[in-house]
Nanobody
Framework: VQLQASGGGLVQAGGSLRLSCAAS????????ISWFRQAPGKEREFVAA????????YYADSVKGRFTISRDYAKNTVYLQMNSLQPEDTAVYYC??????????????????WGQGTQVTVSS
């Protein structure tokens, strides 16, 4: 499966952005699709996941209540709605696809397919 991330940009603190991850070349409904982010000088970290087996969503504590992950099966696209953005949310955001078990859903090794990343910059 191939992934194309888009929607990043520059926003002021408190603002919102919606990222999109368009999937092709695979059966979209059979993959967990997740978002990770990587800030300069930091490791890539889990943000949110939409699990294919249950349809449940999972979030990092740092974004819970502010970010929402959703799927549009007709468009083979996963969205990440990001509200109340803060400067610490500044990072390159990557979408990933895989079939992780619950113990690996928040880890990089749970995913074998990655998009190219989209830059999100939040100014204070």
């Amino acid at each position: 499966v191939q992934l194309q991330a888009s929607g990043g940009g520059l926003v002021q603190a408190g603002g919102s952005l919606r990222l999109s991850c368009a999937a092709s070349g695979g059966t979209f409904s059979e993959y967990t699709i997740s978002w990770f982010r990587q800030a300069p000088g930091k490791e890539r970290e889990f943000v949110a996941a939409s699990r294919w087996t249950s349809g449940n969503s999972y979030y990092a504590d740092s974004v819970k209540g502010r970010f929402t992950i959703s799927r549009d099966y007709a468009k083979n696209t996963v969205y990440l709605q990001m509200n109340s953005l803060q400067p610490e949310d500044t990072a390159v955001y990557y979408c990933a696809a895989g079939r992780p078990i619950m113990s690996t859903i928040r880890t990089l090794r749970g995913y074998g397919h990655w998009g190219q990343g989209t830059q999100v910059t939040v100014s204070s």
